[in-house]
């Protein structure tokens, strides 16, 4: 059987296609070409377009058996019952909302009955928040549709409005523990007008519309499994589903996701609780990683400096660097101040290019240990951790990671562990194994820390946390 897996990530279309009977496999990826300067708001339909042509592109030649569908979570969009759409989709990026959430953060009540109910945290990042402040615009949110962008590629294929616990998960609008709409947060926060995707298992399936068969060169009526979320589904890709299994993901953001058997709340609101298609996850992401390393490039280097020119600058014997507050597009975890700003601190004269790009790949991954220690001290260590993401194409960046956290990582061998999640979720849905050889045949690399460098590393994250407290955002005026 042929499996077509459509990935609408937040920079690229990526495409899988998977023979389960041979093995073999074929993956095509294509950024993103947008409208505008800021790409945490993009026209829906138009990444539809762009990612159903890829995904033709894949399927030429091949009878396909079954789509399977990934994306992001925290997107939002207002669009009509008949999919008209109203408002373009606001990315995870996105932080119109983050004035009012710092309003809302104040009340310290409403904030740790939210984060319970939820496992989310007051931010400007959660869908819940962007409706408010969409309807505090003047937005009129009557009997109109809320999706994210994996929801909407699902619509347009299949004619529902369908979508899983565990995208909806990271909404803010479902109940942590009954994995329900909560009616309560809905209530609370004025937003009983408004539609939500119905609910379905993650190995639902509806049949393709003939004119998205169209668009894909495929024939009608084949199976779509209901969408999953990027972070979620990378759980799946990477067989990370056991308690005590953590996945690390250091793409454009970063992310530490931990398999738990029940929901875990942080006492100190530091965490998330989502779920991933197979159960309970606790979690801390960040919104600056992958993002930051381009900004630096391009600021310092040229876009047309390649990544692999810079390595060579890159020393872990340099002990001199400024700071970097890896915050230009807010913070998420373990802060949740999403008008925190980001910079270089501690600048010198004598700092070179190099000296600064390097400060940028430490500010990252020490923001990530300071995320990893809280989620360790909620949930304990983790059995084993799973690296992946941009992070694994430079080898110093993959060791400094490594040695900051003192703790040994696999690295995954899935290049898409997400997209690979997504198959597996296909081969479920099938009744089929969700392990294959053509996807687990491959032994994985360890990385460990190296001890002499434990006390220079300690030493530098001290100095960061140092940065971080002084650093915090003043709260919004309120005349």
């Known amino acids: ?16 296609l998977f023979d389960t009977d041979s093995g073999e496999i074929a993956v095509k990826s294509r950024r993103f070409e947008t409208d505008g300067p800021d790409a945490a708001v993009r026209d829906g339909d138009a990444i539809c377009t762009q990612l159903f042509a ?79 402040h969409l309807a505090q615009q003047g937005h009129d949110l009557t009997s109109v549709v809320a999706m994210d962008q994996p929801s909407l590629v699902f619509a347009r294929l299949t004619g529902e409005c369908w979508t899983t616990p565990s995208l909806a998960s990271g909404t803010g609008l479902l109940n942590a523990t009954t994995a329900d709409w909560d009616h309560e ?30 668009l894909l060169g495929i024939r009608s009526g084949v199976p779509v499994l209901v969408p999953g979320p990027d972070g979620g589904l990378s759980q799946v890709g990477d067989l990370a589903t056991e ?17 738990s058997r029940h929901p875990a709340f942080s006492p100190t609101l530091s ?31 040229g876009m047309s400096t390649d990544y692999a020119e810079i390595e060579p600058l890159l020393s872990a014997d340099r002990l001199d660097t400024p700071v970097f507050m890896p915050f230009l ?12 700003q980001g910079g270089l601190l501690a600048l010198q004269p004598h700092h070179t290019r190099a000296d600064m790009y390097q400060a940028v790949l430490e500010g990252i991954v020490y923001s990530l240990f300071h995320c990893f220690k809280e989620l360790t001290a909620l949930s304990g260590s983790p059995r084993r951790v799973i690296l992946s993401g941009g992070v694994l194409s430079s080898p110093f960046w993959t060791q400094l990671t490594v040695d900051v956290f003192g703790v040994e990582m696999e690295v995954s061998t899935q290049q898409h562990s997400s997209t690979v999640g997504a198959i597996r ?9 969700m392990q294959h050889p053509a996807l687990d045949s491959v ?29 915090v955002p003043v709260a919004p005026s309120k005349s």
């Open 243 to 259: 308690p005590g299994d953590m996945t690390f993901s250091m793409g454009t953001s970063g992310a530490l996701r931990l398999a």
């Open 271 to 301: 965490t998330w609780s989502y779920r991933s298609p197979m159960g309970s996850l606790s979690g801390a992401a960040t919104s600056g990683c992958g993002n930051c390393v381009d900004w630096a490039r391009e600021r310092l280097f």
């Open 54 to 132: 890829l995904g033709r592109e894949s399927a030429h030649g091949h009878e396909v058996d079954l789509i399977v569908l990934s994306g992001t979570w925290h997107g939002l969009t207002l669009q009509t019952p008949a999919f008209e759409a109203v408002t373009p989709v606001m990315e995870w990026p996105y932080t119109g909302a983050q004035d009012l959430c710092a309003t809302l953060r104040d009340d310290a009540e409403l904030t740790w009955w939210f984060y319970e109910r939820t496992g989310c945290m007051v931010n400007a990042v959660y869908p819940v928040f962007k409706l408010m």
């Open 329 to 340: 597009f807010g913070e998420r975890s373990p802060g949740w101040q999403d008008q925190r």
């Open 1 to 16: 059987m042929i499996i077509l897996a459509l990935e609408a990530s937040t920079t690229s279309a990526k495409t899988m």
């Open 185 to 214: 947060v809905i209530a609370r926060f004025g937003l009983e007008h408004v539609q939500l995707p119905e609910l379905r298992a993650s190995t639902q399936t509806a049949s393709l519309l003939p004119e998205a068969a169209t």
């Open 425 to 433: 979720m296909g081969l479920a849905a099938l009744q089929l194994p």
């Open 443 to 471: 032994e994985r690399r360890i990385v460990r820390p190296r001890p002499e460098r434990r006390a220079q590393y300690d030493a530098g994250f001290t100095r960061y946390l140092d940065h971080y407290s002084r650093t």
